[in-house]
């Protein structure tokens, strides 16, 4: 074949694929901002005529949605920093800090990734139902707290980290405790970035566990108020349309920005298996 | 070793469980514990009254296996899964392959724009989606029986036919997911090593000689890595079923856990609902053991 034909054919493959890829996401913006039955009317349209952000004024006063995006915002943003701490601190100690039992144990934890999170979901809502922790904010995040996944990214990372310059803070004197803040912790800011992308967005976007363990509407989490809201407004795709957006956008961005760190992760995690 | 070596030693041990202590804490009361009560509840009779007045509950032996493996819609709900698994996972991994060649080529224009797009669906809520989703399948307003249209097939009633709401979930899990696995073969792909193309192409070996005898072996580890891993992921279909169909209709996209999340957390018959879970981590390492004696037995 022809080679420029040949490139000619690849390219014009890439950008179908990439037309496929965002129609769904194109049309949920456009739809967001056409007027109320727009959207359900024949043939239907991919844009709005004149586009209206009315729907999106009456998801924060009518419906109050303001109110859920805090909730998300407040219980992600509180779960990406103490998931940072615990599992940065806990992937360190993995890598360079020896004892007896230390391998077998990080074996052990990983081998327990295999094991689907629902096993462990119903007796984990009896205990913080015990804890007096069901329908509250702390019951929603304390599963992103420690992760297994987590450690394991951070511990990889911190293999390559000189033991030279450790034993150099030791000789000095300096506490391990100090060693880790200043010595360790700038070198493993890269995968704690990582780290932090991946706690956000799978808390952002998590929905089974903030359905089971919120009961009150009032404090449910964007997703679940979003899931709750198309039970009531099936019918208005455009006002569903724009919670949609206000849901995504903010994954979006995260993902956007720190797009270097959050594939890194993904690629660090499958490396070994 | 000198005493102060030793004396160090202990140190970094003391300062490892220190460092350990949250984590290991979290996950032992968090995790550990819940999955091993998760085996203990599947044992009991634990309903409605026992989360009131937990002492009620009693020890009932395999009584709930024997009544989920006889429970028909347990086995529906199985066979819905395994469908969702085996058509949908194969499918997006073929797509992700697909995907990752055409990013890999080296006449590639824009490469970084391209990898990002087809990422993106990746990190977006898989409840908002997925509700986007449920209104471009409308049989009548829905852009996807429009877009039908003009090659002449359609309407298809997507969510309301029970042959069809399966398949549509599938689809939109396609597009949510192969962006990630997409990613990782981009990677593998970039491993192998540019001189055993070269050598195939010395040989005479077609493109798709090439493709069949360098780039699917050079990828093997690749693919078990992604099989597993997406299998297990796809096991859990929830949230589509949920939001999309609640399970309908005609219970044709009820899943196990969609199952096990009614059971348990809508009629509180937690005793069932953990030997459900437990049923699932079952078949789900079932399934990865097999994965890997395939994968083994391949290279032997």
């Not at chain 1, 679940?224 to 019918?235: K, R, S, Y």
């Not at chain 2, 829905?142 to 298809?156: T, V």
């Not at chain 2, 096991?235 to 005609?250: I, R, S």
């Amino acid at each position: 074949m022809n080679r420029r034909l040949a490139v000619f054919l690849l390219h014009a493959a890439l950008v179908i694929g990439a037309a496929i890829t965002l129609a769904p996401l194109a049309w949920m913006i456009g739809a967001s901002l056409m007027k109320t039955g727009e959207a359900n009317t024949i043939p239907p349209p991919f844009w709005p005529a004149r586009p209206t952000l009315v729907h999106y004024i009456e998801l924060f006063t009518r419906l109050d949605l303001a109110r859920h995006f805090l909730a998300s915002a407040l219980i992600t943003t509180v779960a990406t920093v103490v998931s940072v701490a615990v599992n940065g601190l806990a992937g360190y100690a993995f890598a360079k800090l020896p004892f007896t039992g230390r391998d077998r144990l990080f074996g052990g934890l990983m081998l327990s990734l295999v094991v689907p999170a629902q096993v462990g979901m119903l007796p984990l809502f009896l205990l913080l139902r015990e804890l007096g922790f069901v329908n509250t904010y702390v019951g929603v995040m304390i599963p992103y707290f420690a992760s297994i996944f987590g450690m394991f990214l951070v511990r990889q990372y911190a293999l390559g980290v000189p033991d030279d310059l450790l034993d150099a803070a030791r000789v000095d004197g300096a506490s391990e405790t100090r060693i880790f803040l200043t010595v360790v912790l700038p070198i493993l800011k890269p995968i704690l970035v990582t780290l932090a992308t991946f706690t956000f967005l799978s808390a952002w976007n998590d929905f089974m566990w903030p359905l089971i363990v919120l009961s009150d509407s009032a404090r449910y989490t964007l997703p679940v108020a979003l899931a709750n809201l198309v039970g009531e407004h099936v019918q208005d795709t455009e006002l569903m349309m724009a919670g949609a957006v206000l849901t995504v956008i903010p994954a979006l961005l995260v993902f956007l920005v720190f797009q270097r760190s959050y594939v890194r992760g993904i690629l660090a995690g499958s490396v070994k298996g | 070793m000198s005493a102060r070596g030793a004396r160090i030693e202990r140190r970094k041990a003391r300062a490892a469980w220190l460092f350990l202590a949250p984590a290991l804490g979290l996950i032992g009361l968090f995790f550990v514990l819940p999955v091993a009560a998760g085996l203990l509840l599947s044992l009991t009779d634990f309903d409605i009254y026992a989360i009131g007045a937990p002492d009620t509950a009693r020890f009932v032996g395999l009584k709930n296996y024997a009544a989920t493996l006889t429970s028909s819609l347990f086995w529906q709900a199985l066979r819905n899964t395994l469908y969702f698994v085996l058509v949908g996972g194969p499918l997006s991994v073929v797509v992700s392959l697909g995907a990752a060649l055409l990013l890999h080529a080296r006449a590639v224009r824009l490469r970084s724009l391209f990898r990002t797009i087809y990422f993106a669906p990746v990190v977006t809520t898989l409840v908002a989606v997925a509700i986007v989703w449920r209104y471009l399948y409308h049989p009548r307003y829905g852009f996807l029986n429009h877009a039908l249209g003009w090659f002449g097939l359609g309407p298809i009633d997507w969510l309301g036919d029970p042959m069809w709401a399966m398949p549509g979930i599938i689809l939109l899990a396609v597009w949510k997911n192969f962006g990630y696995n997409m990613l990782i073969f981009v990677a593998g792909l970039g491993s192998i090593p540019e001189e055993l193309y070269e050598a195939a192409s010395i040989d005479g070996a077609s493109a798709w000689q090439r493709f069949r005898n360098v780039t699917l072996p050079g990828l093997a580890p690749v693919f078990l890595f992604v099989g597993v891993t997406t299998m297990i992921g796809y096991f859990q279909l929830f949230a589509e079923p949920y939001v999309m169909t609640q399970g309908g209709p005609l219970r044709s996209t009820t899943s196990v856990v969609l199952l096990m999340y009614e059971e348990g957390f809508r009629w509180w018959r937690m005793g069932i609902a953990s030997t459900m879970a437990v049923l699932l981590l079952v078949i789900t390492l079932a399934g990865a053991l097999l994965q890997l004696g395939l994968r083994r037995g391949e290279r032997a």
